[in-house]
């Protein structure tokens, strides 16, 4: 399974970003799909996760009700919708996949990654 992220950038505290994940290789429509980030001198850590029909969705309470993760399994693509970004945001986001748990917030639980796309909120 391939997994390549897309969509970072530069933008100005307050405003909205979407990021893209797009699978290849594998029939990733039965995996759960998630969202990591990691900022400089930081852990990786869980951003927010989704199962395998978009029925359910797991968020970090840090990102709760700024931060919206969706899939198109017709088009084996997870996507993003980051609001209201705030300097503490800015961070090399990753995609990751499998047959995981959706409650799974430890990176070594998760088999699959794209490369990273950074964020970068200014104040």
């Known amino acids: 399974v391939q997994l390549q992220a897309s969509g970072g950038g530069l933008v100005q505290a307050g405003c909205s970003l979407r990021l893209s994940c797009a699978a290849s290789g594998h029939t990733v429509t039965t995996y759960t799909a998630g969202w990591f980030r990691q900022a400089p001198g930081k852990e990786r850590e869980f951003v927010v996760s989704i199962n395998w029909n978009g029925g359910s969705t797991v968020h970090a309470d840090s990102v709760k009700g700024r931060f919206a993760i969706s899939r198109d399994n017709a088009k084996n693509t997870v996507c993003l919708q980051m609001n209201d970004l705030k300097p503490e945001d800015t961070a090399l986001y990753y995609c990751?996949?499998?047959?995981?748990?959706?409650?799974?917030?430890?990176?070594?639980?998760?088999?699959?990654w794209g490369r990273g796309t950074l964020v970068t909120v200014s104040s």
């Open positions: 990751a996949g499998g047959s995981t748990n959706i409650y799974a917030r430890t990176p070594s639980r998760w088999p699959y």
